[in-house]
């Protein structure tokens, strides 16, 4: 059960902390250098000037063929949930029964998703959960730095439809591109960052989780912190 998470504790790493002061600095040089107009330009559909829908940007995704991840991909995985949902979940990519289905976290990590989802006392209808890229990496590799700018956009416009209260960024694929920072997931999680005013919290992938479970406690206190963030009034 993802409660008994909370048993572990955090160790001190020296190394962590200055990636994260110097990831900080990052975010915050961003915050206050923003490029004001293109938010709203990649919210906005230009012919109808209205808010894109996220029926709008899978249609822009269409049949995606911008990466070579098209050529062995059976399925994509374009995101799943709320439209409206408060919290967004950012994975790193389709797995293999992902790809199978069309629907992100299906297997065995997407189990455990669920079961931290419900561990905040939400259900996965709730909430969005969608992938940096939209087909899978063969072999369940990492997404390459191409392969994840040609994908960007779709993820960026995304969070502008939905503009959710917290953004989770599931791992160091998700957390790193989001923020764009090469810092560790280990010096990330744990602290809020920001997206574009959205508040970003990166944590463990389930997929380490299920490989590391002594992390765990961990990604329960970074989802602790997501649920207080979520509770705060306004
Ligand atoms: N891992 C991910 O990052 N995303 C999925 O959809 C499934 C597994």
């Known amino acids: 059960m993802f409660s008994r998470f909370e048993r572990y504790k955090s160790g001190d790493d020296p190394a962590a902390e200055v990636a994260q002061i110097i990831s900080s600095l990052k975010t915050s040089l961003r915050a206050m250098f923003p490029n004001k107009d293109e938010p ?27 990466c070579p ?7 994509i995985v374009f995101g799943a949930g709320n439209p409206k949902a408060r919290l967004m979940f950012v994975g790193e990519g389709p797995g293999e029964e992902e790809d199978r289905r069309g629907e992100p976290f299906v297997g065995k990590a997407g189990q455990l998703l669920t079961r931290m989802i419900q561990a905040i006392g939400l259900q996965r209808k709730d909430v969005y959960i969608t992938n940096v890229v939209k087909s899978r990496p063969p072999g369940n590799r990492n997404p390459l730095p191409q392969e994840i700018e040609a ?23 998700a957390a790193q591109s989001i923020l764009e920072t090469d810092a560790s997931i280990s010096a990330l999680r744990g602290r809020f960052q920001e997206f574009r005013g959205i508040p970003v919290m990166p944590t463990f992938h389930p997929a380490y989780l299920l490989r590391y479970p002594q992390s765990k406690g961990l990604a329960w206190k970074d989802l602790q912190a997501v649920q207080a963030e979520l509770r705060k009034p306004g």
């Open 151 to 173: 994908c960007k956009p779709f993820l960026i416009m995304q969070i502008e439809s939905i503009r959710p209260g917290v953004i989770c960024a599931l791992g160091k694929v």
């Open 40 to 66: 709203l330009a990649i919210r906005m559909d230009k012919k109808t000037e209205r808010v894109r829908t996220l029926e709008d940007i899978r249609k822009e995704l269409g049949d995606c063929r911008r």
């Open 69 to 75: 991840l098209h050529r062995s991909r059976t399925n």
